[in-house]
């Protein structure tokens, strides 16, 4: 009698994991690209990737590094750290030096490392980036959200962090700072960053600084708040916004010179995980933080494109009846449609997942909804991104126009038609008669 084969066992995923979904970014922007490849219409808006092309002298730079196969240190290639310390000496006025930057594949992976290796509660202010509580999660780290306001552009307030601090100041935290922010496209005054500042200082946290959207800020303005608490911020940054390098996969962090011992901890876990950064992305990423006129060209078009099609944006939705931002860097808004509940619930659009599922079925516009960002799903709101044109036909047209004059409404529908005509369809299906 032949022997009967045992079942394979049953597969059991680790409970911080089971019921975790991929992230919704990535998700929206699958999702966009199967229904294009259906035929549909789609504008897509949900995925936030830079639009315009790396810059080419850091182009030239992977080319002429091609050949570069070694393992690099697991810091980061020492001529790299150099660079990452001056241009935050350059750009902020903090001092910092080679052995307080910590380069990884991606500034996603080192805010997870960062927590699994301290041990601490996770703050984050809503709306936030949609993978900082997953992250937590997984690594079974406890979640303190905090509510913020829209009447204050949904930025933390001092006082609100002070609060959750209050009752039990010795315990150990990590605090997200985001900004120019994902999801609403917003920033922080001077005073306002002084002000956190304070009140980290007082429970002394562990404030991570998420400035990898500092170069889009539409002005050029962008100040890091590791000036005013330069002992407990560690500030996170990358290649992927500012230089259009979503895919390189290239992240920093530049930590004060009191939490090396951190830093190390991170390089450990690093040195068991990924080994080291791509070693010709790390070379190429040399050129980028050095800086430069070719640089600044490009960084000073970019904000412009942005800045102009942004206030558009922005204004539309405004006149549509949405409650929403003026964007001040990056390229996202986070409307709130709450204003037209009545008319959305005669079209049974009750909640955030339902508006924006009715507005990608209804006019292709794919967006996120608030509850991905931590918002309650009754509140109506959504995260778009604006960045479905060709930024390099975009930079060049730009270029052919003086940096005195605003790009106006002609230039938006040219070289940015997609955004243009995703918003109108969404602002006419928002105010639309049931």
Known sequence: ???????????HLNLNVRGLTQSATLAINERSAQMIADGRQVYR????????????????????NAHQKDYLPVRGLLGLREAVAAYHRRLHGIERSASDVLIGPGSKELMFILQLVYYGDLVIPTPS????????????????????????????MPQELDRLCHDDPSRPRVVILNYPSNPTGDSYTVEELKALAKVARRYKVILVSDEIYGETHHRGQHVSIARFYPEGTIISGGLSKWCGAGGWRLGTFVFPQNLRWLLQ?????????????????????????????EMEQYLAQSRRVLRALG???WKRLERAGATVSEPVGGFYLFPDFSPLR????ARGVTDSPGLCEALLQETGVATLPGTEFGRPPEELTLRLAYVDFDGSRALTAAQQRPMT??????????????????????AKWATASP
């Open 45 to 64: 808006l949900g995925l936030g990737q830079s639009p315009f092309p790396v810059p080419q002298p850091v182009v030239e730079e992977l080319r002429a």
């Open 129 to 156: 980036w949609v993978s900082y509580a997953p992250q937590a999660r997984i690594v079974g780290r406890h979640i303190h959200w905090v509510a913020t306001a829209g009447e204050n552009d949904w930025r933390l």
């Open 311 to 313: 206030r558009a944006v």
């Open 265 to 293: 901890a991170m390089a450990t876990v690093s040195s068991e995980t990924y080994t080291s950064t791509s070693a010709p992305i790390q070379h190429a990423a040399i050129r980028a933080f050095e800086g430069g006129w």
């Open 1 to 11: 009698m032949a022997r009967r084969k045992s079942a394979l066992p049953d597969v």
């Open 342 to 345: 009545e008319k959305l619930a």
């Open 405 to 426: 004059e605003d790009l106006d409404r002609a230039f938006l529908e040219l070289y940015c038609p997609n955004v243009v005509h995703g918003i109108e369809a969404m």
